[in-house]
Nanobody
């Protein structure tokens, strides 16, 4: 079992920044995959960014150049730095890790981009 605790969501104006955190109860090196997803009202959950333990990253086209996914091994924590936020980034954001063939999800954190 892995517990994931997310934090960092909130209300921000267009053009602003937020940093999401996802702290895991297990060492990051034990995960085969780590990623951030989001789900906007009335839409399907979509993959936003992913990172491997060797630091390889991937992003959905709509966030490239604005979002950065990272990990701090010593803190067992994954981050999503979100800059130049747009109203269309409004969603509930979830972190996910893959551990021994199972997917574990965080509780979700609301990000609202509005003036």
């Amino acid at each position: 079992q892995v517990q994931l605790v997310e934090s960092g969501g909130g209300l921000v104006q267009p053009g602003g920044s937020l940093r999401l955190s996802c702290e895991a109860s297990a060492t990051i090196f034990s995960f085969s995959g780590m990623s951030w997803y989001r789900q906007a009202p009335g839409k399907e959950r979509e993959l936003v960014a992913a990172i491997t333990t060797d630091g390889t990253t991937n992003y959905v086209d709509s966030v490239k150049g604005r979002f950065t996914i990272s990990i701090v091994n010593a803190k067992n924590t994954m981050y999503l730095q979100m800059n130049s936020l747009k109203p269309e980034d409004t969603a509930v954001y979830y972190c996910k890790v893959d551990y021994w063939g199972y997917a574990y999800w965080g509780q979700g954190t609301q990000v609202t981009v509005s003036s």
